[in-house]
């Protein structure tokens, strides 16, 4: 199994920065898709980001060239950078490691865009 820990959220000013990391432990992660998700209070989860096994990446189109997904095995760590932040980013952020049938998911982490 993976267990997956995010950190790196917070709140920031509108057109501001931030980048999460999702540290996973107990697998490998070279072998998952990594994915980043997002919900808002009252709304359903989304997929913000993904990233595949050779590193072909993804993106919702509201975060499209703002967001940027990365990887890295050595550290066994998955990375979103999140620029141009815009009040509608506020959300709890999630990360996913999928493989076949198998989902793990992490705590979330709060990331608060003020207008």
């Known amino acids: 199994q993976v267990q997956l820990v995010e950190s790196g959220g917070g709140l920031v000013q509108a057109g501001g920065s931030l980048r999460l990391s999702c540290a996973a432990s107990?697998?490998?992660?070279?072998?998952?898709?990594m994915g980043w998700y997002r919900q808002a209070p009252g709304r359903q989860r989304e997929l913000v980001a993904a990233i595949t096994t050779t590193d072909t990446t993804n993106y919702s189109d509201s975060v499209k060239g703002r967001f940027t997904i990365s990887r890295d095995n050595a550290k066994n760590t998955v990375y979103l950078q999140m620029n141009s932040l815009k009040p509608e980013d506020t959300a709890v952020y999630y990360c996913?490691?999928?493989?076949?049938?198998?989902?793990?998911w992490g705590q979330g982490t709060q990331v608060t865009v003020s207008s």
């Open positions: 996913n490691a999928h493989l076949r049938y198998y989902d793990s």
């Open positions: 107990g697998r490998i992660i070279s072998s998952y898709v």
